[in-house]
């Protein structure tokens, strides 16, 4: 059974700027706005191997994501889970969440600019999940 309720699924199913905090080495919030995508109940990420984020996430899988809450989009929600990190060799996740977020030339151009650094997937496994306003 999924975590997420219907409004929840509805509102994840659009390309929002998402909100991910994990921890960073003095126990503080590392917040930063990300490009998401729903994969069954999972929120994948994609990001670049040598990220603060990544580094972090490798220390201390625990975070959260928050999506929506602006005026523009009224509800939000605050997704909390344990992050895991793989490499995304073929560029798959990468391709579907860039083209998902931004048309087809300024995707195909920004892919071709980040293709000679190496790719992570990011995967928010959804614990708890919290509506915001």
């Not at 700027?17 to 990420?45: E, K, T």
């Not at 220390?59 to 809450?69: D, E, L, Q, Y």
């Not at 490499?87 to 071709?112: M, N």
């Amino acid at each position: 059974m999924s975590l997420f309720n219907p409004d929840a699924l509805a509102l994840l199913q659009k390309p929002f700027i998402g909100r991910m905090a994990v921890v960073d080495f003095d126990g503080y919030p590392h917040s930063v706005p990300v490009w998401y995508m729903l994969d069954g109940d999972d929120l994948v990420i994609t990001s670049f191997r040598d990220t603060r984020k990544v580094e972090y996430l490798r220390a201390n899988p625990k975070g959260s994501i928050v999506v929506g809450g602006e005026d523009e989009v009224g509800i939000g929600y605050l997704i909390k889970g344990e992050f895991t990190v793989e490499d995304d060799l073929d560029w798959s996740w990468q391709r579907k969440i860039t083209l998902l977020y931004e048309d087809p030339v300024t995707a195909e151009a920004h892919l071709a600019e980040w293709s000679q650094q190496p790719a992570v997937l990011i995967r928010l496994h959804p614990r708890k999940v919290v509506k915001v306003y």
